[in-house]
């Protein structure tokens, strides 16, 4: 076996997790396959397996890490901006299309309820980050709730609309959405 420094182990673990956070986007926990997350990160199934016990393991990394760039964003807005800036940023037609980089809730929330404990415990706490970073702009925590529950329905629905085609009614729910959550008074 060839060694190799901690920093490359590093860089090799990063790869294999956003390997799969965009697989485990793209095709649910049951189309995360380990040897298609190393492949994708440019690495042997057994390298993975030197840095993750299994499948679980990965996925619960990735589901961690795909939380991150969310709540960067979030932390990013100040408190005083309320939360019109996240509610546009998730309701755009970019985020609608190319999911794999965007939000976890929006991704995995339907089928939360299928991951194994490991995974299931990684987006639940992802959540509680998200929905308190959420309720700092907001100044409430059911307002946040309501919000991201609007937002991760909202950008769902959306996504089937394109998916069957309909761009046009994908462009126009996302609008009817966003419209209606910025109408609201924000805090």
């Not at 294999?16 to 997350?37: H, I």
């Not at 769902?156 to 609008?175: C, N, S, V």
Request: with cysteine; proline share 5%; glycine share 10%.
């Amino acid at each position: 076996m060839v060694k190799i420094s901690k920093e490359a182990a590093a860089r090799n673990r990063e790869a294999l997790v956003a390997a799969a956070d965009r697989l485990l986007r793209e095709n649910g926990y049951e189309g995360l396959k380990t040897a298609a997350a190393a492949r994708a990160a440019g690495l042997t199934e057994g390298a993975l397996f030197r840095h993750f016990p299994g499948k679980e393991a990965l996925a619960a990394a990735a589901v961690e890490a795909g939380f991150a760039p969310v709540l960067a964003l979030l932390d990013d807005i100040p408190e005083e901006a309320g939360p019109a800036a996240y509610i546009a940023a998730y309701l755009a037609p970019d985020h609608r299309d190319h999911f794999p980089w965007g939000c976890p809730v929006g991704a995995l929330g339907a089928e939360a309820h299928r991951l194994p404990a490991p995974v299931a415990a990684a987006f639940a706490e992802g959540l509680e980050r998200n929905m308190s970073a959420l309720a700092r702009l907001t100044g409430d925590r059911g307002r946040a709730a309501q919000i991201l529950s609007a937002l991760a329905g909202g950008i769902a629905i959306a996504r089937a609309l394109r998916a069957a085609g309909d761009r046009a009614g994908a462009d126009a729910h996302l609008a009817t959405v966003r419209d209606g959550l910025l109408a609201l008074p924000q805090a």
